[in-house]
C-alpha cells in the first residue's frame, strides 16, 4: 500500500485553523513544514503532497478572511527546502498547465529533483478558476475540453524536454499549437530518470490523459463502489497507449480521524464542524460546484437543478450525487463537504481505519491513499502514531524504505529512454 | 562597504573539474556567511543558451537552489536570477515572496534586463521581443511584482481563532493592474515579505534602462569602469534617485570587480578602498577567479584587511537582507 501525506495549510478540514491544537501561522512558518516533513519520513509515507492554485481560493473577502487559505507558501519552493531537509520522502507538487510554459516548469521539477536526489513529482493539473484566470490576463476562462488540449501538449513537451536533456540523443524542438520550444534543457538527465507524473483529474478527458501520461493518479471517491469503478475504468484505458495496469499508482484522498477509541475520534470530528461558519461552508460548496453563489437559496432547503459546468466536472457531479443520496440539505452537505472537500472520511480507532483502507487495497479500489489530515500536526502525527503500526502490523504498509527515490518507494519503472 | 559575492564564480574553483553537488555550493554560502558578506548571487541561465548559460555546470535551477540554501544558513542575504521571460509576473512574484518568507527575509530577485532571443525561443515567443518592446514589458512587469508584494499590510493576518477572523478584509489590497502587456488582478495568496518586499537587483543596464533602475531598484549593479568614470556614474544614479523623491541612499550602487587570485590581499584591499573611498560605489560584487584557494584568499586574508581598515562591519547588525543593505523596510530587523 503506497501512502501520500497531503499538506494543506493548517489543515484539510475548512475550520482547521480554529482548532485550539493547530498550528495557527502555518503558512508563515517554515519550521512547521519542515517537521510535518520528518514526521511523514520517519512513518516511512511514501510521498509528501502540495495542492496549489495560482490565486485567492474565494472571490468573497468575507469568506475569505474566515479562512486560513488566503495566504501560504508557494509549493515548489517550499518543497525546494524540504528536499534538503529530508533524505527519503518523495516531494509532489501541483503546478498548472494553464498558466505556466513547459520549458520552466520541466526545468523547475528537474531542479527540485536534483535537489532531493530523485524525489520529485509533478501533480499535473488544468486551472478551472475564474480567480486564477484574472491573475494571468485571462478575459475568462478556456472551456473544460480546450484547456485539456494545451494540458496534453504541455505534458507531450514537457516529458520530452526531461528525455532530451544533454548528453542523450536530442530530438529537441517543439512548433506545436499552444507551444514551441527550441533547445533542450540545460540541467543534467534525472536521478530516477524523470520526475513522476501525477494527475488528479476525473473527467473523461482527464481519465485519458493520465491514462497516457500519469505514473499517479489521486482521486476523490466517497464509496467503494465509486473507487472500484474509477479504478477498472483508468486501469483498463492503459492498454490503449501500450501500458501495463502497474504502470500507474491510483491514490484515493482519504480524510481520517483518528483516536483511540470510537467516541473519542467522533468528539474529535464534532469538535471540528463546530467550528465551521455556515456561510464559510455555503461558499465552500459553491465552489466545489462551480457556481458563483448558493447563499441565495434557503440553506435549510434541497440543492436545487445545476446547470452542467465548464469548472470541475467529477467535483460538481460527485456533490449533486452525495445530495441525491442521502438527501441532505444545503447546510447539511456544506458540512459533510467542509471536512474533507468531498474526499472520503473516515472516523475511528485505528483497528477500524486500517480495516476500511485494507478493504479498498484488498477489494481492488485503490493501489494507496493520499492521506489528508485534519489539521495539523496533530491529525498527522496520530495516523503516523496510531494508524501507520497497525499497517505494518498487517504486512500492508513497508517498514522501512526500500530505495532512495519516489519511483523506487512506489515501484514504478524508470521511464523507457533511460 | 557592501560586499556581494557571485556564487558560481566562486563554485567553479571550488570544485574543479566535476559537477556542482548541493552540499558543496552549500558549504560556499555558508563560508560567505561566516565571513559576514551581504549577499551571494546566483546566476540562472535558463533558458538562455541551451547548456552554454552562465550555470551550464550547475545542476539547479537558481529560485529552487535558493530555497535550498535558504534552509542551511541564516544571516546572508541570497539573491537569484529569474527572467521576465520565463515567468509570468504572478508567478515569479509568488516564487520570490515565499523563499522570502522561508528564509526569514533574506532574498532578493536579480531582474535579468538584456533580452534574449534564444530564451524567447524557449518560451513560445520564437519572433522574441525588440529592445524597446522589452525595455517597456520588463519595466511593467517589475511594477507588477512589487505592486503584488504589497498586497498585504504588515498587520494584516490576525490569527484571531476564537473570534474566527484569519485575516482583516479591509488589509488585503487588489493590484487590479491593467496595463500594455500585462493584466493582473492579484493579490498574491502569500503573506507579505518579513522584509515589506524583497529587495530587486537590477544589472546590465544601457542608458535609457537607468531609468527603471533609478526608479525601482533596491540594488544597482554596474560594471567596473575606470575611477573617474565611475565616479561621475555613481554621482549621476544618486542624483537621479533623488530626482525621482527617493532618498539617494534608498538604492545601492555596487560595482562587479574580478578580483585577481595572483594580487597580495593587501593590494586587492588598496583597490577595493580607493574606489569605495573615492565615492564610485556603495561596495562591490566579487567575481572571485576560478583557481585553488581564491576564496579562502579573499574570505581570510582581503575582508580582516578590508575590517582593519574600517571598510566592512565586523558582523550582521541585523537578520534581513535590506538591514545589511542598509535599506529600508521590513519590521524585524
Known amino acids: 500500500m503506497k501512502l501520500g501525506a497531503f499538506l494543506w495549510a493548517t489543515g484539510h478540514h475548512i475550520a482547521a485553523w480554529r482548532h485550539p491544537h493547530a498550528h495557527v501561522t502555518a503558512g508563515i512558518d517554515i519550521n512547521h513544514y519542515i517537521q510535518l516533513a520528518r514526521t511523514a519520513e520517519a512513518a516511512k509515507f511514501d510521498l509528501l503532497f502540495c495542492e496549489d492554485a495560482a490565486g485567492l481560493r474565494e472571490a468573497n473577502v468575507g469568506i475569505a478572511s474566515q479562512t486560513s487559505r488566503s495566504i501560504g507558501f508557494e509549493p515548489i519552493s517550499l518543497l525546494s527546502a524540504l528536499a534538503v531537509q529530508t533524505s527519503r520522502i518523495g516531494l509532489v507538487s501541483t503546478a498548472s498547465t494553464s498558466y505556466n510554459e513547459p520549458y520552466g516548469l520541466a526545468r523547475t521539477f528537474l531542479s527540485l529533483d536534483h535537489l532531493s536526489g530523485g524525489r520529485a513529482g509533478w501533480n499535473l493539473v488544468t486551472s478551472a478558476s475564474h480567480i486564477e484566470a484574472a491573475n494571468f490576463g485571462a478575459t475568462g476562462l478556456r472551456p473544460h475540453a480546450d484547456r485539456y488540449e494545451r494540458a496534453r501538449e504541455f505534458a507531450e513537451v514537457v516529458t520530452g524536454l526531461w528525455r532530451d536533456t544533454p548528453g542523450q540523443a536530442s530530438g529537441s524542438g517543439h512548433d506545436g499549437q499552444s507551444f514551441s520550444v527550441r533547445d533542450p534543457l540545460d540541467l543534467p538527465p534525472s536521478p530516477q530518470g524523470a520526475p513522476v507524473m501525477v494527475q488528479a483529474g476525473a473527467s473523461d478527458v482527464g481519465r485519458d490523459l493520465a491514462a497516457r501520461t500519469a505514473d499517479v493518479v489521486f482521486t476523490a471517491a466517497q464509496t467503494f463502489e465509486e473507487a472500484k469503478a474509477f479504478y477498472d475504468d483508468l486501469k483498463g484505458r492503459l492498454a490503449a497507449y501500450g501500458r501495463e495496469p502497474d504502470d500507474i499508482k491510483i491514490m484515493p484522498g482519504v480524510a481520517p480521524v483518528v483516536a483511540a477509541t470510537e467516541a473519542e475520534a467522533q468528539a474529535k470530528y464534532e469538535e471540528l464542524q463546530e467550528l465551521i461558519p455556515d456561510d464559510v461552508g455555503v461558499a465552500l460548496l459553491s465552489s466545489y460546484l462551480s457556481i458563483s453563489d448558493l447563499g441565495r437559496y434557503p440553506i435549510d432547503g434541497p440543492l436545487p437543478e445545476l446547470p452542467e459546468s465548464e469548472g470541475m466536472k467529477s467535483r460538481q457531479a460527485l456533490v449533486i450525487e452525495q445530495s441525491r443520496r442521502d438527501n441532505l440539505s444545503i447546510r447539511q452537505l456544506a458540512r459533510h463537504f467542509a471536512g474533507a472537500r468531498g474526499h472520503w472520511r473516515i472516523v475511528g480507532t485505528p483497528v477500524q481505519i486500517a480495516d476500511e483502507l485494507q478493504a479498498r487495497f484488498e477489494g481492488g479500489a485503490a493501489d494507496g491513499f493520499n492521506v489528508m489530515p485534519s489539521y495539523f500536526p496533530g491529525e498527522l502525527d496520530a495516523f503516523a502514531a496510531l494508524v501507520v503500526p497497525e499497517l505494518q502490523r498487517r504486512g500492508l504498509f513497508r517498514t522501512d524504505y526500500e530505495g532512495h527515490t519516489l519511483r523506487e518507494h512506489l515501484g514504478l519503472k524508470r521511464p523507457a529512454w533511460t | ?333
Open chain 2, 1 to 333: 562597504m557592501h560586499l556581494a559575492v557571485s556564487l558560481l564564480s566562486a563554485a567553479a574553483e571550488a570544485q574543479p573539474g566535476s559537477g556542482l553537488d548541493f552540499a558543496g555550493l552549500a558549504r560556499l554560502v555558508q563560508k560567505a556567511e561566516t565571513a559576514g558578506l551581504d549577499m551571494v548571487l546566483v546566476a540562472d541561465s535558463a533558458p538562455a543558451a541551451g547548456g552554454d548559460g552562465p550555470n551550464g555546470q550547475m545542476p539547479f535551477e537558481a529560485t529552487t537552489l535558493l530555497a535550498a540554501l535558504a534552509t542551511v544558513t541564516s544571516r546572508i542575504g541570497l539573491v537569484a536570477a529569474a527572467s521576465t521571460i520565463a515567468h509570468q509576473p504572478y508567478n515569479l512574484a509568488r516564487r520570490f515572496a515565499s523563499l522570502d518568507i522561508i528564509s526569514h527575509g533574506r532574498i532578493g530577485w536579480h531582474a535579468a534586463m538584456a533580452p534574449n532571443s534564444r530564451e524567447a525561443a524557449n518560451f513560445s515567443r520564437p519572433e522574441g521581443f525588440s529592445p524597446e518592446n522589452f525595455r517597456r514589458r520588463a519595466e511593467e512587469y517589475i511594477g507588477i511584482v512589487q505592486g503584488l508584494w504589497r498586497g498585504w499590510d504588515a498587520d494584516a493576518l490576525l490569527f484571531d481563532q476564537a473570534g474566527g477572523r484569519f485575516h482583516d478584509p479591509e488589509k488585503m489590497r487588489v493590484l487590479d493592474h491593467k496595463g500594455a502587456y500585462f493584466s493582473v488582478r492579484g493579490p498574491l495568496n502569500v503573506a507579505r515579505s518579513p522584509q515589506d518586499a524583497p529587495v530587486l537587483v537590477l544589472s546590465g543596464l544601457p542608458e535609457p534602462d537607468l531609468d527603471i533602475a533609478v526608479r525601482m531598484a533596491d540594488v544597482i549593479l554596474v560594471d567596473e569602469a575606470s575611477v573617474e568614470r565611475a565616479k561621475a556614474r555613481f554621482s549621476d544614479l544618486k542624483r537621479r534617485i533623488a530626482a525621482c523623491g527617493r532618498d539617494a541612499h534608498s538604492a545601492r550602487v555596487l560595482m562587479t570587480i574580478a578580483l585577481d587570485g595572483t594580487t597580495p590581499p593587501t593590494a586587492s584591499a588598496d583597490s577595493l578602498e580607493e574606489l569605495f573611498r573615492s565615492k564610485s560605489c556603495d561596495g562591490f560584487n566579487i567575481l572571485i577567479p576560478p583557481q585553488a584557494g581564491a576564496v579562502d584568499n579573499f574570505s581570510d586574508r582581503v575582508l580582516p584587511e578590508l575590517r582593519r581598515r574600517g571598510l566592512f562591519r565586523l558582523d550582521y547588525e541585523g537578520t534581513t537582507l535590506r538591514s545589511h543593505l542598509g535599506l529600508a523596510g521590513g519590521g524585524h530587523q
